[in-house]
């Protein structure tokens, strides 16, 4: 069953002094193009979880958060007393100003506040690990719904190319009756004796020439192969977009060999419904 590309996963976990937010949202790409943000607390687990998303998601543009917001008193930051008065009493050697506006310049200097660097506490982590898995089974849930309303598409193409590839086969005596007329009208307008049996042969060349059996045959099976990749239990697009490349091949060979006005409109109308489902196989996993 194939997977979209495109998804949304998230996670809220609920710790006693802080709040984690994961988030997960993934679009198209030809290869893996992962984003990862997060506080550089947890950064030292970044190739960890680099790994662990890539080998989830597989492909696609991805962007990777975690958020924290703290509820409870938690900080890691300090405001640094004697660096700030300091600031303070060389800003008034300056300027004679009020206070309070000294205090505002000097908490933005150097080292007015210090931030201390926590290490990762191994429980906290490995709760927030398991946040983490469950974003990423709900943004797999999301690509795999996805993926449904693109196969239900891709298989009505299918069977809208189908249709018209029967028209085809209908139509082929018609046209292949209709080259014949034309070569004969013309060969009667030039008002000369024939040899008939050398005619016939001439034209048994020329109808082979356009013939599209094997056209029609190869685009069936071509057809009926797609949807037996759709129906497999790996979701592989670059696998269903060079299925789709071949499908092409098919219907342009018969376009340029029909020679026949209704058949060409025919190709033009399965040309048109390839075309829409070579834009979505750009969105299958």
Avoid: C
């Avoid at 300027?95 to 429980?123: C, H, Q, S, Y």
């Amino acid at each position: 069953m194939i997977h979209s590309m495109t998804g949304y996963g998230k996670s809220v976990l609920q710790l006693p002094n802080k709040k984690i937010t994961i988030e997960i949202k993934s679009l198209n790409s030809k290869n893996l193009d992962l984003n990862a943000r997060m506080p550089s607390i947890y950064r030292e687990k970044e190739l960890s979880l680099r790994k662990l998303i890539a080998n989830t998601l597989e492909r696609g543009k991805i962007d990777f958060s975690i958020y924290v917001e703290i509820t409870g008193e938690e900080t890691t930051t300090q405001v640094n007393k004697t660096v700030i008065k300091q600031y303070i009493k060389q800003l008034k050697d300056i300027v004679d100003g009020d206070e309070t506006e000294l205090l505002k310049m000097a908490v933005r200097f150097p080292d007015a506040l210090n931030t201390e660097r926590d290490d990762i506490d191994e429980d906290e982590w490995q709760a927030i690990l398991n946040e983490i898995k469950v974003a990423l089974k709900n943004i797999d849930t999301y690509r795999l719904d996805e993926g449904k309303a693109l196969e239900t598409d891709f298989r009505i193409r299918l069977k809208n190319i189908e249709t018209l590839l029967e028209q085809v086969i209908a139509m082929d005596p018609e046209r292949i009756e209709g080259v014949r007329e034309r070569l004969r009208k013309g060969v009667e307008e030039l008002k000369e004796k024939v040899d008939e049996n050398r005619f016939e042969q001439e034209l048994v060349f020329y109808i082979e020439k356009f013939d599209i059996t094997e056209e029609k045959v190869r685009l069936k099976n071509h057809l009926d192969y797609f949807n037996d990749a759709l129906s497999s239990d790996d979701s592989n697009g670059k696998k269903l977009g060079f299925i789709g490349q071949e499908i092409g091949r098919e219907i342009n060979t018969i376009g340029s060999k029909s020679n026949y006005a209704p058949m060409q409109k025919l190709v033009v109308q399965m040309k048109d419904e390839l075309e829409k489902i070579k834009e979505q196989l750009l969105n299958v996993l």
